[in-house]
T-cell receptor, first 116, second 111 residues
Framework: NAGVTQTPKFQVLKTGQSMTLQCAQD?????MSWYRQDPGMGLRLIHY???????DQGEVPNGYNVSRSTTEDFPLRLLSAAPSQTSVYFC???????????????FGPGTRLTVT | RKEVEQDPGPFNVPEGATVAFNCTYSNSASQSFFWYRQDCRKEPKLLMSVYSSGNEDGRFTAQLNRASQYISLLIRDSKLSDSATYLCVVNARSGYSTLTFGKGTMLLVSP
């Protein structure tokens, strides 16, 4: 299993540009999330999904959109990039807690985004 | 009071030392607790879950004190490879969206 994969690993955008960060997992996990990690701020939840076709907002959703058309994929779209979105973005997946499994999160390697 | 608080460190210890980290949480209804490890510029990885009765995994021991609302991580016989940032994670309520990550405690183990 590849686990959780993310592309690209690095990206530089100009203010106002849009782009999509890709995330895929091959573990048949129901739950997927996007986090951003900034120095001194810890990991903050952007959006999450509890299954295909179901998404919801996390702590810091503004400026980001998500969709979940398949169990495997959970892309994150930046609509109009701003310097405040410079960060490291992690995608994570987890078992479905409804089956009694833990909330252990499996993280992808991250995308380092710089917005100038 | 912040939801999950950790001393950012760094904790500087020599190889072979024993070191302990604490993490406090604000929501007394919190249900699940974890320690994650994050190496520099890498993704977080689960180190261990924390159970009410306390649990041990090799050189690592995790404990939960619900009355005082803190969890702890003890590392014995520190190795150079233990150098990393340790994240405390708390699930405040039942529900996937309520996992809260602490900002992490940095550990540096020196020869």
């Amino acid at each position: 299993n590849a686990g959780v994969t993310q592309t690209p690993k690095f990206q530089v955008l100009k203010t106002g540009q849009s782009m999509t960060l890709q995330c895929a997992q091959d573990m048949n996990h129901e739950y997927m999330s996007w986090y951003r990690q900034d120095p001194g701020m810890g990991l903050r939840l952007i959006h999450y999904s509890v299954g295909a076709g179901i998404t919801d907002q996390g702590e810091v959703p503004n400026g980001y959109n998500v969709s979940r058309s398949t169990t495997e994929d959970f892309p994150l779209r930046l609509l109009s990039a701003a310097p405040s979105q410079t960060s490291v973005y992690f995608c994570a997946s987890s078992y479905d807690p409804r089956t009694g499994a833990s909330y252990e999160q499996y993280f992808g390697p991250g995308t380092r985004l710089t917005v100038t | 009071r912040k939801e999950v608080e950790q001393d950012p460190g760094p904790f500087n210890v020599p190889e072979g030392a024993t070191v302990a980290f604490n993490c406090t949480y604000s929501n007394s209804a919190s249900q699940s607790f974890f320690w994650y490890r994050q190496d520099c510029r890498k993704e977080p990885k689960l180190l261990m879950s924390v159970y009410s009765s306390g649990n041990e995994d090799g050189r690592f021991t995790a404990q939960l004190n619900r009355a005082s609302q803190y969890i702890s991580l003890l590392i014995r016989d520190s190795k150079l490879s233990d150098s990393a940032t340790y994240l405390c994670v708390v699930n405040a309520r039942s529900g996937y969206s309520t996992l809260t990550f602490g900002k992490g405690t940095m550990l540096l183990v020196s020869p």
